[in-house]
């Protein structure tokens, strides 16, 4: 089946640093997705790409579709307390079935 | 409520006995998914049901998994006989449809540990 790697797997940084994660497939996916899960919860929806190439903006979030349709990256600026949880990237193919990266645990230190 | 809702949101069980998960996808929502997420890791994609269209049962594990829905509304995901390695998080989603546009809202989970 579809792989999805996503890096880091964990990161613990400074409040207000930037973060930058990524995903890689090993096949084309149509539509992006990033999600973000806090503790005892579902994921949510933080961010969906569904051009190649598309840069899209949340907030401080900002992520990526990547040319090749391949790949996709996500940036936080100055991150906050609350940005802790973690990050799940989520492709979604022509069937229209989301597959999901392993998670990058964002930990942030005040 | 307005969103996903699961029950029991957690579930002690022992080895070998059944169980069943229930979820509750948001009104109107015709497409309904389960995930299992085991510790650390990510989602894994079990089953959809879309509308009255057969369901697709692709990601089952085994045949000790099955699920069932009745019309567009609540869903019920049974384990059989249970393993240690069914300890997970069951996941629920909810879309509108399967269109490529329909963004899934997730339940709380299931938290499910198999002594």
């Known amino acids: 089946g579809q792989q999805l790697n996503q890096s880091p797997q964990s990161m613990f940084i400074q409040e207000g640093e930037d973060v930058s994660m990524n995903c890689t497939s090993s096949s084309i996916f149509n539509t992006w997705l990033w999600y973000k899960q806090e503790p005892g919860e579902g994921p949510v929806l933080l961010i969906a790409?569904?051009?190649?190439?598309e840069l899209t903006s949340n907030g401080r979030l900002t992520a990526q579709f990547g040319i090749t349709r391949k790949d996709s990256f996500l940036n936080i600026s100055a991150s906050i307390p609350s940005d802790v949880g973690i990050y799940f990237c989520a492709g979604r193919d022509a069937g229209n079935m989301l597959t999901f990266g392993g998670g990058t645990r964002l930990m942030v230190k005040p | 409520g307005a969103g996903v809702s699961q029950s029991p949101s957690n579930k002690v069980t022992e080895k070998g006995k059944d169980v069943e998960l229930r979820c509750d996808p948001i009104?109107?929502?015709?497409?309904l998914y389960w995930y299992r997420q085991r510790l650390g890791q990510g989602l894994e994609f079990l089953i959809y049901?879309?509308?009255?269209?057969?369901?697709?049962k692709s990601g089952l594990p085994s045949d000790r998994f099955s699920a069932e829905r009745t019309g567009e509304s609540v869903s019920t995901l049974t384990i059989q006989r249970t393993q240690q390695e069914d300890s997970a998080v069951y996941l629920c989603?909810?879309?509108?449809?399967?269109?490529?546009?329909?963004?899934?809202?997730f339940g709380p989970g299931t938290r499910l540990l198999v002594l």
């Open positions: 989603a909810s879309s509108l449809g399967l269109a490529g546009a329909q963004t899934q809202y």
């Open positions: 790409l569904y051009k190649a190439g």
């Open positions: 049901f879309q509308g009255n269209s057969a369901p697709d």
């Open positions: 009104s109107g929502h015709t497409a």
